[in-house]
C-alpha cells in the first residue's frame, strides 16, 4: 500500500508540464504578481486559492500569454510549458493558446450555432480533413463535457440561446475541441447555479484523465472538491503550494491557515 | 418699457423664492415638520410667479400690434377709408406707422398724422397696461404661493410636476414642428397631384419640368416622371457606397484592431476633421479637381465622359461619409464584448481569424444599420450634387454620364421666381415628399436592425 502511493508520487513528481520561475506581473506601474515560482503537474487538477484581487486570476492568464492583449500588462520571468519557454521569440502566442486552452469566468459563447462553437477551433487550426471528420470532433467535445445529450438535437441553434451552465459547458466543449493539453479555467462555475456546478466540477475531475487542468476558485469547497494540489494567493504572493488535502487540513503557513478557517479574505 | 416688463417679473420671481424660502425655514425654526425642503417651497413659488405671468407677457407682445392695428383701422375717418381693399388699407397703415416712427415723406394728409398721434398714445396706453398687469399677475401668484407655505404641503410634488410638464411642453414642440412640416409638404403635394395624375408622376420616364408661364409662349407641355430622377440619386448614391463603404469598414477594423494606439491617436481626429468639411467645400473638390482629373484620364483611355459625372458628385459623396461609415463600424466592434474576444484568441485564433469570424460577424448588424443611414444621407444630400451633377434628367445607369438627382431638381425648381399656382414649382413639392418617404423608410429599417443587435448583448 505504501509502496504504490511512493511510485505514485514518484511519477507525479516526474511529470511536470508547467514550470514558472520568478514571475512578476505588471499593470503599469502596480505589481500584480510578485516573484511567483511553481511547478504544475500534468494529468492533475490544480486549484488556484485566494482573497479576490490576489492575482489568481492575472498569474492564470500568464499560461497563455493572455495578458499580452491587455496593453498595460508586462510579465517578467520564465514559463515553461514541457520545458521550452513560451516566451521565446520562435514561439507564437497563437500556438501556444492552441496548446493551452482557456475557459472564462463569464460563458462567452460566440454568437454562432452550437456546432459552429466547436467547431471554431478545429477549423482553424486544420484539425479536421472532411466534414464527417469535423462532426466527429464535435460530437466527442460535445460528449467529453457532458453537453450532447442536451444538445445533439439543436445544434444549429445559437450558442447564446442556452442556459447558463449549458453556455459554460458549450464553452469547455469548445476549448476541448481543439486538443489542448493544458486547460486553463477561471472562476468557471462562478456565474452558474448549484446543479450546474456540480456538473462543471464532475466536468473538471474527468477532465484529469486527459489534461493539466489548472483552476482558479473563490470558493474553497470546490478546490477541495476538484482539485489534487492547492495554492494560495495572497496580495501576489504565492504563499503555499502543497497536496490539496494537506492545505486544507494541514496548512503550514499562517495566512493560509487564516484564510482557510475564514480569518482573512 | 418691455425690458422694463422682464426685469420686473425676473425682479418678482426671486423674490417670490426668495421668501418662500424663509417663510420654510421659519416654519422649521419654529419646531414644525416640514414635508418639503426649502429649496422646493422657494422653486414652488418662482415656478408659479413666473410662468403666468411669462405666459401672459408673451401672449401680449405677440397680439399687441395686430390688436392696435383693429384699433386704429375703426378711428380712421368713414370717408377716407371707404371702399378700400385689404391691400389699400395696408398701405394706408404702415404710412401711419412710418409717421409715426418719425420718418415722414412729402406732406401727409392731416387725418394721417393724427392717425399717427393716436397710434403713439395708443402704444403708450399698451405698454403701461402691459407693466399693470404683469405686475398684478406676478404679484397675485406671489402672494397665493406664499399662502400655501405650510408644513404639510407637498412643495417638491408641486416643482416636480411643473417641471415635469414644462419638460413635457418641450418635447411636444419638436413633434409638432414636425408634424406641421410634413403636413405643408403633403398640402402642397396633393395639390400638385390635382394638376399632374399621380402614375404620371410615378411611373413616367421623362422629367421635363418646363411648362409655359405665359399663354403665348412657346414651350414643352412638360413631363414629370420623376423615375429618372430617383434613378440619378440611385446612381449616384451607389457610386458613393461602393468608395464610403470599403474604405470606411477597412478603416474601422484597422483602427480598432490592429493600430498602433499612436497611430490610432493620429487617425482619429483626422478623420473626425473630414467629417466636418462643410458639404460645399467637398462641392468645390468635386467640381474644380475630381471632374477635370477625370475627364483628362477619360481622353487619355479614350472613353467618352461627361463633364458633371455621377462618378465625380458620387465619389466625393463617397468620401464624405468614409467618416460616418468608418465611425459607426468602430462603435459596432467596439460594443462586441470582450469576452468574446478573448474568448476567440484563448482558442488560438489569430487577431486576424478573430476579427473576420467573431467580432466582424458580431457587430454586422451595427454596421449594417450605419450604411443604412448613410444611405439615407447620401440621398438626402445636395450641396455635392447641386454643385458636381447634371441637371438633365436621363435614364441610364451609367456612372460615366451626367445624371441629375431628386435633391438638385427640387432646388432647381425652387430657385429664382417662382409662383406657386402651376405644377413646376409644386413638383418640387412632390419630389421632397417622395424623398422624405424613401429615407424614412430606410431610416426604420436602419433603426430596427440596430436596435436587435443592442438586444443581444445588453
Not at chain 1, 166 to 195: G, H, K, N, Y
Not at chain 1, 221 to 237: E, I, K, P, Y
Request: proline share 5%; aromatic share 8%.
Amino acid at each position: 500500500m505504501n509502496d504504490m502511493r511512493m511510485t505514485e508520487r514518484a511519477r507525479l513528481m516526474q511529470d511536470i508540464k508547467i514550470s514558472a520561475r520568478d514571475v512578476n506581473v505588471y499593470y503599469g506601474a502596480t505589481r500584480a504578481i510578485n516573484d511567483v515560482s511553481i511547478d504544475i503537474r500534468d494529468k492533475t487538477v490544480t486549484a488556484f486559492i485566494g482573497p479576490s484581487g490576489c492575482g489568481k486570476s492575472t498569474f492564470l492568464r500568464c499560461f497563455n500569454r493572455m495578458n499580452d492583449t491587455i496593453e498595460s500588462a508586462r510579465v517578467t520571468g520564465t514559463i515553461e510549458l514541457d520545458g521550452r519557454d513560451i516566451h521565446a521569440p520562435d514561439l507564437d502566442p497563437v500556438q501556444l493558446r492552441a496548446r493551452v486552452g482557456m475557459v472564462f469566468q463569464k460563458p462567452n459563447p460566440f454568437p454562432k450555432s452550437i456546432y459552429d462553437n466547436v467547431a471554431y477551433g478545429p477549423k482553424i487550426h486544420g484539425l479536421a480533413a472532411s466534414k464527417a471528420d469535423l462532426d466527429d470532433i464535435v460530437e466527442r467535445a460535445l460528449r467529453r463535457a457532458a453537453l450532447w445529450d442536451e444538445s445533439k438535437d439543436r445544434l444549429t441553434a445559437s450558442g447564446t440561446s442556452l442556459s447558463g451552465g449549458q453556455q459554460q459547458r458549450l464553452c469547455i466543449a469548445r476549448a476541448i475541441a481543439t486538443e489542448p493539453e493544458v486547460l486553463l479555467m477561471d472562476e468557471p462555475a462562478s456565474a452558474l447555479d448549484p446543479i450546474a456546478t456540480a456538473q462543471i466540477e464532475e466536468l473538471i475531475d474527468e477532465l484529469k484523465e486527459n489534461y493539466c487542468v489548472v483552476i482558479v476558485t473563490h470558493s474553497m469547497q470546490q478546490a477541495a472538491r476538484v482539485s489534487q494540489r492547492t495554492a494560495f494567493f495572497h496580495l501576489g504572493d504565492l504563499v503555499e503550494y502543497g497536496d490539496t488535502g494537506q492545505i486544507f487540513t494541514n496548512p503550514k503557513n499562517e495566512r493560509t491557515e487564516s484564510y482557510i478557517t475564514g480569518r482573512i479574505g | 418699457m418691455t425690458l422694463f416688463a422682464f426685469v420686473l417679473l425676473f425682479t418678482a420671481t426671486v423674490l417670490a423664492y426668495l421668501l418662500n424660502l424663509r417663510a420654510a425655514r421659519a416654519l422649521r425654526a419654529g419646531g414644525a415638520r416640514l414635508h418639503s425642503l426649502g429649496g422646493f417651497h422657494g422653486g414652488f413659488a418662482a415656478l408659479v410667479t413666473l410662468l403666468p405671468a411669462l405666459v401672459f407677457l408673451l401672449a401680449w407682445l405677440l397680439l399687441k400690434e395686430p390688436a392696435i392695428t383693429v384699433l386704429l383701422l375703426r378711428t380712421l375717418p368713414e370717408a377716407e377709408i371707404a371702399g378700400l381693399g385689404t391691400g389699400e388699407r395696408q398701405l394706408i397703415i404702415s404710412e401711419i406707422r412710418t409717421i409715426a416712427g418719425g420718418r415722414i415723406f412729402g406732406s401727409p394728409a392731416e387725418w394721417k398724422i393724427e392717425a399717427a398721434d393716436r397710434l403713439l398714445a395708443m402704444r403708450r396706453t399698451a405698454d403701461y397696461l402691459m407693466i399693470a398687469l404683469t405686475a398684478l399677475l406676478a404679484g397675485g401668484s406671489m402672494v397665493i404661493a406664499r399662502r400655501r407655505v405650510t408644513p404639510d404641503f407637498r412643495a417638491r410634488q408641486g416643482t416636480e410636476g411643473i417641471l415635469h410638464g414644462l419638460m413635457a411642453f418641450c418635447a411636444t414642440v419638436a413633434i409638432f414642428v414636425t408634424l406641421g412640416i410634413v403636413a405643408s409638404l403633403l398640402f402642397e403635394t396633393i395639390r400638385f397631384f390635382q394638376m399632374v395624375p399621380v402614375t404620371d408622376f410615378l411611373f413616367g420616364t421623362n422629367w421635363e419640368p418646363q411648362i409655359p408661364i405665359r399663354e403665348d409662349q412657346i414651350a414643352a407641355e412638360g413631363a414629370f416622371g420623376w423615375i429618372p430622377v430617383f434613378l440619378g440619386t440611385l446612381v449616384i448614391t451607389v457610386v458613393a457606397l461602393f468608395i464610403a463603404v470599403p474604405v470606411g469598414l477597412m478603416s474601422a477594423v484597422y483602427l480598432h484592431e490592429f493600430a498602433s494606439r499612436r497611430f490610432r491617436a493620429a487617425a482619429k481626429p483626422v478623420l473626425e476633421i473630414l467629417a466636418g468639411v462643410p458639404t460645399v467645400v467637398y462641392g468645390f473638390f468635386a467640381i474644380l479637381v475630381v471632374a477635370p482629373a477625370l475627364r483628362a484620364l477619360g481622353d487619355m483611355l479614350a472613353i467618352p465622359i461627361a463633364p458633371n459625372t455621377a462618378l465625380a458628385a458620387g465619389g466625393v459623396m463617397g468620401i464624405m461619409l468614409i467618416p460616418f461609415i468608418s465611425s459607426f463600424a468602430d462603435d459596432a466592434l467596439g460594443a462586441v464584448p470582450r469576452s468574446l474576444r478573448d474568448g476567440a484568441l484563448a482558442l488560438g485564433a489569430t487577431p486576424a481569424e478573430t476579427m473576420t469570424r467573431v467580432l466582424f460577424p458580431a457587430a454586422i448588424p451595427g454596421i449594417v444599420g450605419g450604411v443604412l443611414l448613410a444611405v439615407s444621407r447620401a440621398i438626402g444630400e445636395t450641396m455635392i450634387v447641386v454643385m458636381a451633377a447634371g441637371l438633365m434628367a436621363k435614364m441610364t445607369l451609367n456612372p460615366l454620364d451626367s445624371v441629375t438627382t431628386v435633391t438638385v431638381q427640387i432646388v432647381t425648381l425652387l430657385i429664382g421666381d417662382t409662383a406657386f399656382d402651376n405644377p413646376k414649382t409644386l413638383a418640387a413639392f412632390a419630389l421632397g415628399m417622395m424623398l422624405f418617404i424613401v429615407t424614412l423608410l430606410i431610416n426604420i429599417l436602419a433603426l430596427r436592425i440596430v436596435r436587435r443587435y443592442r438586444e443581444i448583448y445588453d
